[in-house]
């Protein structure tokens, strides 16, 4: 039997970025789940507005989620406040993932949320 890669992982630094930008000794494990389950979660809520990509930085405090798609008027609705309902049920899914994947029953991180739209 032979190993088999995914092509994408032939591509990076070539052709594709990382679809993440951030690193963290510490933490790894869990942002790492937190940036897998988020992007799905919103692949799927998002799929109206034809979203080509999600990627995500963090830095120590802030979390900053640039979501690209070829239909923005639909994400950010009128007046902006889509891309507002939109960042509020992000930080929702990021509470809602920390309290079901911490063991130690810690405080959730306070983080600032940036979404941007391209």
Do not use: C
């Amino acid at each position: 039997m032979t190993h088999r890669v995914h092509p994408y992982i032939f591509r990076i630094g070539q052709q594709n970025p990382w679809k993440s930008r951030w690193f963290s000794r510490k933490k790894f494990q869990a942002y790492l789940r937190e940036d897998t389950l988020v992007r799905a979660w919103l692949l799927v809520k998002l799929r109206q507005a034809h979203v080509e990509g999600i990627e995500i930085e963090r830095s120590p405090n802030t979390v900053q989620i640039i979501i690209k798609t070829s239909r923005p008027g639909i994400l950010i609705g009128r007046g902006g406040e889509g891309a507002e309902r939109l960042k509020e049920e992000i930080k929702r899914q990021f509470l809602k993932i920390g309290k079901r994947f911490d063991s130690r029953n810690t405080q959730p991180e306070k983080r600032e949320i940036r979404l941007t739209i391209e």
